[in-house]
């Protein structure tokens, strides 16, 4: 009898305080995300402090210090041999991001601790992990594209405490195999733009950490209705329209 006691007890205890724990971890997951976001502002500051305020470009071509031809992504260099590898088996130098030379533990600050990195219908594009942060768009230039051109920070930024510079991001991809429009997947992404796709992860209580061009972190919900509905328990949205890009 006494045996049965001690059991409900701890079985009462346990009901009470794994969804604490549970609660406790989660938390404890967004502010160690919000601390990364702030590292990588001060590494962006440091870069812009090194470049005439000019925001390195999301994406060009070049070659590196051996002579292998490829894209420069921000966040790694991509060599062109690996482009015929299927996703998931590409190669990404990550010693070449822009940010690296200013942050100490690079393989840490720009992956979010609650990236659900453990799900089935997660796609990994490199053999490695790469960036859960996105940056804004409208700062961070495509220069595969005509007529794109480097963004000089202080010249384009009017509010800074407003507008956003990197958020938690991902996107759903349906067009790379192995996902399909029949089995979407979701993945890591490297930008979030005013308009378009759905690509901002509202991963911590249905809320995203975004950066601020002003150095301050904060959580933000969602526009409304705007989970992308391929796979919207990921709840990967956009940012409401009080978030300004510039």
Same mark, same amino acid.
């Given at each position: 009898?006494?045996?049965?006691?001690?059991?409900?007890?701890?079985?009462?205890?346990?009901?009470?305080?794994?969804?604490?724990?549970?609660?406790?971890?989660?938390?404890?997951?967004?502010? &160690?995300?919000?601390?990364?976001?702030?590292?990588?502002?001060?590494?962006?500051?440091?870069?812009?402090?090194?470049?005439?305020?000019?925001?390195?470009?999301?994406?060009?071509? +070049?070659?590196?210090?051996?002579?292998?031809?490829?894209?420069?992504?921000?966040? +790694?260099? !991509?060599? =062109?041999?690996?482009?015929?590898?299927?996703?998931?088996?590409?190669?990404?130098?990550?010693?070449? =991001?822009?940010?690296?030379?200013? /942050?100490?533990?690079?393989?840490?600050?720009? /992956?979010?601790?609650?990236?659900?990195?453990?799900?089935?219908?997660?796609?990994?594009?490199?053999?490695?992990?790469?960036?859960?942060?996105?940056?804004?768009?409208?700062?961070?230039?495509?220069?595969?594209?005509?007529?794109?051109?480097?963004?000089?920070?202080?010249?384009?930024?009017?509010?800074?405490?407003? =507008?956003?510079?990197?958020?938690?991001?991902? /996107?759903?991809?349906?067009?790379?195999?192995?996902?399909?429009?029949?089995?979407?997947?979701?993945?890591?992404?490297?930008?979030?733009?005013?308009?378009?796709?759905?690509?901002?992860?509202?991963?911590?209580?249905?809320?995203?950490?975004?950066?601020?061009?002003?150095?301050?972190?904060?959580?933000?919900?969602?526009?409304?209705?705007?989970?992308?509905?391929?796979?919207?328990?990921?709840?990967? +949205?956009? &940012?409401?329209?009080?978030?300004?890009? !510039?």
């Amino acid at each position: 009898m006494e045996l049965l006691v001690v059991i409900s007890i701890t079985a009462f205890l346990l009901s009470i305080m794994v969804p604490a724990m549970r609660k406790a971890r989660s938390q404890a997951k967004s502010v &160690l995300c919000a601390s990364n976001l702030k590292q990588i502002g001060i590494a962006f500051q440091m870069y812009l402090d090194d470049n005439n305020r000019n925001v390195f470009p999301l994406v060009h071509y +070049g070659s590196n210090a051996a002579g292998e031809f490829g894209r420069f992504w921000y966040f +790694g260099f !991509e060599p =062109a041999w690996t482009w015929s590898e299927p996703e998931g088996s590409r190669v990404l130098d990550r010693k070449l =991001a822009k940010l690296y030379p200013y /942050i100490r533990q690079y393989d840490s600050v720009e /992956i979010c601790p609650a990236f659900p990195y453990h799900r089935d219908n997660y796609k990994p594009k490199y053999t490695t992990k790469w960036m859960t942060y996105g940056i804004n768009s409208i700062l961070s230039r495509d220069l595969r594209i005509p007529g794109a051109k480097i963004i000089n920070f202080e010249t384009r930024i009017r509010l800074t405490n407003r =507008a956003v510079l990197f958020a938690d991001s991902a /996107i759903v991809n349906y067009w790379q195999s192995p996902a399909s429009p029949t089995n979407p997947m979701f993945e890591e992404w490297h930008y979030i733009s005013p308009e378009g796709e759905a690509s901002v992860h509202f991963r911590h209580s249905d809320k995203a950490n975004i950066l601020y061009c002003d150095g301050h972190a904060a959580k933000s919900g969602p526009e409304p209705d705007s989970f992308d509905n391929m796979l919207p328990e990921l709840k990967i +949205g956009r &940012l409401p329209a009080d978030v300004k890009f !510039e």
